[in-house]
């Protein structure tokens, strides 16, 4: 339960920020009306209002939908990341369409310059929790007793590593914005126990899942 | 550039490992072509080597596969060790969590099998998307089939999973197939819970167990889910019903058939304390 409240509040946030940033140009001082900034730039940098999304995040695969969208914030130097996606996979691939709401964090600890315009980062770390909704058989109120099923047919978490290369483009006011493609190696709690009490039977590249993805600041 | 050089490393290790780890949900349907409709696939390797009306049917029953992948792969070990053995019957609850990896995991143990296998769907298959990938992987919840004179029911009794509601197991259907003889000399039925068990809808207790009260030509009604062996009858109305043990009591049964109502069940002890 706590887990769906904490999805919840992950999910609103973005779309609350975005509330609150029309509201903020809408009751702006007339004496600022037309020379008022969307996102006021200062000389020393790229500040923006923290609730403001940094990218938008594009992913198929990893447990989260065949094609997941969303938005993410860049915590610490841009080194920590929330995503908040939105994922899909319909009736043909699951037997009912199931859309998945997700929020993953990933830390990087190394960032390599390539030249210019590119940058590598060859390990991202992270976890994720998602919550799928519209499976066929949805745990009704009163269906099963109290720990019937221990574990959540819906709610998944798990783990995932992966590197990530990133093009800079330069905007016109001259503020760098990454274009970046990724792909994470994942899990969730489900396979890694089934992998835990099998380990004779059962290999690690067997609980493996891949995800490919895109990132794009805006 | 040893950025490039690690990067380029760990994409070319990623494409060596293969889309089919592009995952767009554990509960999604998707199964290699190889892997669908695994039912029919073993009922025509079974019906490749037929047998006459009146001989002896031998089979391994067991329940439970769940989550058991060590202990499966010491089952199929020691089931391939058996002689004379027609087929092996799981009866349900092949997967733990009804996540399709789950039921790959277990096909690609039981396929192994020098024998085919066989099926019938378990409460924890019904999980989630279980029902879909049940369908996709194995067919249709409720088929029958013949082999050696006998006729083999097997049926969807997991009423939970549907929050009762008197529409699973689905007594019409089974009335009419224990009437329906036609090339048979005698019937089994199986199911994955028992009508003993508080997960089959009680509504329907009564008229299942008329139902098989009501064909003479009914060795005995076989199931899985509470995984351990018990024999009797408890509806007091001569119908034997039996169940079996799951894969981590390593232990399984095999069950000979023949003459009117005969049977013969053994018991295999196989794994580490064999």
């Known amino acids: ?218 | 550039m040893n950025s490039w050089y690690s990067c380029g490393c760990t994409l070319a290790l990623t494409g060596l490992v293969g889309c089919s780890l592009v995952e767009y949900s554990p509960n999604q349907t998707h199964m290699p072509a190889t892997e669908r409709a695994l039912t029919n696939q073993a009922l025509q390797r079974l019906q490749a080597h037929p047998k006459g009306k009146s001989d002896t049917v031998r089979f391994v029953f067991v329940g439970d596969t769940q989550r058991f992948y060590d202990e499966t792969e010491q089952f199929v070990a020691s089931v391939n060790r058996q002689r004379n053995i027609d087929f092996v019957f799981v009866a349900g609850d092949i997967s733990d969590f009804g996540l399709a990896r789950e039921f790959r995991w277990v096909h690609e143990r039981l396929q192994q099998l020098q024998v085919p296998y066989l099926t019938v769907v378990g409460n924890h298959d019904l999980v989630g998307n279980g029902r879909a990938i049940y369908q996709t992987a194995y067919g249709p919840l409720n088929y029958t089939f013949r082999y050696g004179g006998t006729k083999f029911i097997c049926l969807d009794t997991n009423g939970r999973e549907y929050s009762f509601g008197a529409r699973v197991p689905d007594v019409p259907w089974l009335q009419q197939q224990l009437q329906d003889t036609t090339g048979s000399r005698h019937t089994v039925v199986i199911s994955h819970v028992p009508p003993t068990d508080e997960d089959f809808d009680p509504a329907l207790v009564p008229s299942y167990t008329a139902a098989l009260r009501g064909c003479p030509r009914l060795v005995f009604h076989l199931s899985g889910h509470v995984h351990r062996f018990s024999a009797g009858k408890p509806f007091h109305d001569g119908v034997t019903y039996l169940t079996t043990y799951s894969l981590a009591k390593h232990r399984y049964h095999i069950i000979s058939l023949w003459g009117q109502r005969q049977f013969r069940l053994e018991t295999v002890t196989y794994g580490p304390d064999a």
């Open chain 1, 1 to 218: 339960m706590a887990s769906h409240l904490l999805l919840a509040v992950l999910l609103a946030s973005p779309l609350v920020a975005v509330a609150q940033e029309q509201l903020a140009n809408q009751t702006s001082s007339p004496s600022l009306l037309g020379r008022h900034q969307k996102y006021p730039m200062p000389a020393n940098g790229d500040k923006k209002p923290w609730y403001r999304p940094r990218h938008v995040v594009l992913q198929t695969g990893g447990g989260i939908g065949m094609i997941a969208a969303g938005v993410g914030y860049g915590l610490g130097k841009d080194r920590n990341e929330l995503d908040i996606l939105l994922g899909y996979v319909p009736t043909k691939y699951a037997g009912s369409s199931l859309s998945i709401a997700t929020a993953k964090y990933t830390y990087s600890p190394f960032v390599l310059p390539v030249g210019e315009r590119w940058q590598v980062r060859p390990l991202t770390i992270g976890g994720y929790i998602s919550y799928t909704h519209g499976t066929i058989n949805d745990e009704e109120k009163g269906q099963y007793a109290k720990g019937y099923y221990w574990f959540s047919t819906d709610t998944r978490v798990g783990p995932v590593l992966g590197s990530r290369l990133a093009y800079q483009r330069r905007t016109r006011e001259g503020q760098t914005r990454n274009i970046s493609f990724y792909y994470e190696l994942g899990s969730n709690d489900l396979y890694i126990l089934s992998y835990v009490q099998n380990r004779k039977a059962l290999s690690v590249g067997d609980i493996l899942t891949l995800s490919l993805g895109l990132k794009a600041d805006f």
